[in-house]
């Protein structure tokens, strides 16, 4: 029994967004309904695709056979879910412009040289120098516009200028781009565990900013993995905030329920910097800690079993299971087992405040309306 409640998946009462945010309607997970139609070509995929876009029948190829290569059945959920998250983060637009992006990149820029501990004037001058496009790299700067400009003027740099080399060599800042704006680094690491559906004659990081790239890995992010959510909603919140942090963001709720310590629902179980674990102890880590004579696990157990937190191994494991049945056994019935992270997107790209939970609420409505398009 204690194995069954452990593992079982039954709805919870859904998060509440913000004043300011559409209420969620409760929508299927792609990948569990049951009832699911199959669109066989990309003729049919187009039709889902806003009027308004140009080149519908080019996008709906590319994502027709991006869901081909993955393995994943371009059914109406499938194909929606798809285009609701490109149409939220780009519009449509291969390469989407960024306000501001000069002041940013130039932010970045100071910033890198503070660290590197550089006189100011080092900078200024390796900028006056020319790029490979015949200007300086001062007058690229100013140019740029969009997130491709400027990650192809910061290889440009790091590979002609010394001083280019020791700030940017293999730290490129620019970490997102495409029509999807899926992670560069969440690119390489799929392009290595598994075969790219294309042939490459740059780098992955070329092939992100392209429709094609930028639709595959964007999909791959989205939905090549097993998740246990029946609502599409944590799919859009882990496309957001990391894989898995829906699942995770509800055991942090259930370990914050048991001990009444509070807990940040962000999905990260443990600490990271730039996406490399490290080995202090989270507040998640330590609050779990505080359970282990009720779990009859050491914290040597407790961490193991924590470092599975961003693969689907984590809910079979000794540790998830018996959080669950724990808390499902004070609260006296099942607690949901996906919860929208609560996360506020510091980004400098947008003046706005943003929330994962607001920003999977925007998609689910761009979902629902995909679906009324047959």
């Known amino acids: 029994m204690a194995v069954l409640a452990g593992c079982a998946t039954p709805d919870g009462p859904s998060p509440q967004p913000d004043a300011s945010s559409p209420q969620p309607q409760s929508v299927p997970d ?19 695709i806003p009027a308004r876009v140009a080149e519908r029948t080019g996008w709906a190829e590319d994502i027709h056979a991006a869901m081909l290569a993955l393995q994943i059945e371009p059914n109406l959920e499938h194909v929606c879910a798809v285009v609701a998250v490109t149409e939220q983060e780009s519009g449509f637009q291969v390469d989407p412009p960024v306000p501001g992006l000069a002041a940013i990149a130039r932010a970045e820029l100071e910033k890198r040289r503070e660290r590197a501990g ?29 997130e491709r400009q400027l990650s192809d003027l910061f290889e440009d740099f790091a590979g002609r200028v010394p001083l280019g080399r020791t700030l940017f060599a293999d730290r490129n800042p620019v970490r997102t781009g495409g029509p999807m704006q899926v992670s560069i680094p969440f690119g390489q690491a799929h392009a290595a565990a598994y075969r790219y559906a294309y042939p490459i ?47 995770n963001a509800a055991f942090q709720k259930a370990a914050s329920d048991l001990t009444a310590i509070p807990l940040e629902l962000d999905g990260d179980l443990l600490r990271y910097d730039q996406g490399r674990m490290l080995r202090e102890p989270s507040r998640t880590e330590l609050v779990t800690r505080r359970l282990a004579r009720h779990v009859e696990m ?58 994962t939970e607001r920003y999977a609420a925007r998609v689910g409505e761009r979902y629902r309306s995909c679906l009324t398009r047959l």
């Open 201 to 247: 004659s740059g780098s992955v990081r070329d092939e992100v900013f392209t429709r094609r790239g930028g639709i595959y890995f964007g999909i791959a992010h989205l939905l090549h993995y097993p998740a246990p959510y029946d609502n599409v909603r944590f799919r859009f919140a882990d496309f957001n905030a990391g894989r898995y942090a829906s699942r």
């Open 118 to 146: 550089f006189p100011k004037f080092m900078v200024e001058t390796a900028l006056k120098r020319p790029s490979s496009d015949g200007r300086n790299y001062n007058e690229r700067l100013d140019a740029v516009t969009t």
């Open 298 to 355: 050491t914290s040597a157990e407790i961490r193991r079993d924590l470092e599975l937190g961003q693969t689907a191994e984590f809910e079979r494991s000794r540790l998830y299971l018996a959080i669950f049945t724990l808390a499902d056994g004070v609260s006296g019935k099942p607690l949901a087992r996906a919860v929208v992270p609560s996360i506020v997107l510091e980004t400098s790209k947008t003046t706005r405040k943003l929330t």
């Open 30 to 48: 792609p990948r569990t309904t049951p009832e699911r139609r199959t669109l066989k070509g990309a003729a049919l995929v187009a039709r889902l």
